[in-house]
């Protein structure tokens, strides 16, 4: 059983910073896959970011990338979202989630087992 807990969120002006952290307890943290995710009022839950165990592989939505940065401490058991040049349609809750399953990581929520219960991020223009 994995627990994650996200921190960092919080209200900026648009072109601000910030910082999401996600820090893991139980399992083995440099074994599973991490993903940024976010939703907005009345709108789905998108992908925003993921990494793979070692930090190899990264995806980035298209509107995130050049922008936000994922990466991870596995000796901290935490994966950081830097997000910079934010916007007002950044707004939304953030989430991080845990892929225990072989393999790359993956866009696709579904496909993550262990989620936490997501920090607020405000942008206003």
């Known amino acids: 059983q994995v627990r994650l807990v996200e921190s960092g969120g919080g209200q900026v002006q648009a072109g601000g910073s910030l910082r999401l952290s996600c820090a893991a307890s139980g399992g083995t943290f440099s074994n599973v896959n991490m993903g940024w995710f976010r939703q907005a009022p009345g709108k789905e839950r998108e992908f925003v970011a993921t990494?793979?165990?070692?930090?190899?592989?990264?995806y980035y939505t298209d509107s995130a990338k050049g922008r936000f940065t994922i990466s991870r401490d596995n000796a901290k058991k935490t994966v950081y979202l830097q997000m910079n040049s934010l916007k007002p349609e950044d707004t939304a809750v953030y989430y991080c989630?845990?892929?225990?399953?072989?393999?790359?990581?993956?866009?696709?929520?579904?496909?993550?087992?262990?989620w936490g219960q997501g920090t607020q991020v405000t942008v206003s223009s």
């Open positions: 990494i793979s165990k070692t930090s190899s592989i990264i």
């Open positions: 989630a845990a892929d225990g399953k072989v393999g790359p990581p993956q866009r696709r929520g579904g496909r993550y087992d262990y």
